[in-house]
């Protein structure tokens, strides 16, 4: 959604619009945190990928 604001626009008329706007759905990271069981560190896997492009 797009908001216009005008230079005329009171500050209670600008509050009023935002209030309207619906808030955005985001990714529920925390479901995930800690189900991937790595085999390696971390750090070695990254070199080791990195390796592959030489």
């Known amino acids: ?5 005008d230079k005329s626009m009171k500050s ?3 509050e009023k619009l935002l209030q309207h706007l619906k808030p955005h759905k985001l ?3 925390k479901r995930f945190v800690g ?3 790595w ?3 971390a ?3 990254q070199k080791r990928i ?3 492009w030489d």
Do not use: C
């Open 50 to 52: 990195r390796d592959e």
């Open 27 to 29: 990714f529920p990271a």
């Open 1 to 5: 959604m797009i908001i216009t604001i």
């Open 35 to 37: 189900k991937l069981k």
């Open 12 to 14: 209670q008329d600008i």
């Open 43 to 45: 750090l070695a896997y």
């Open 39 to 41: 085999g390696e560190d």
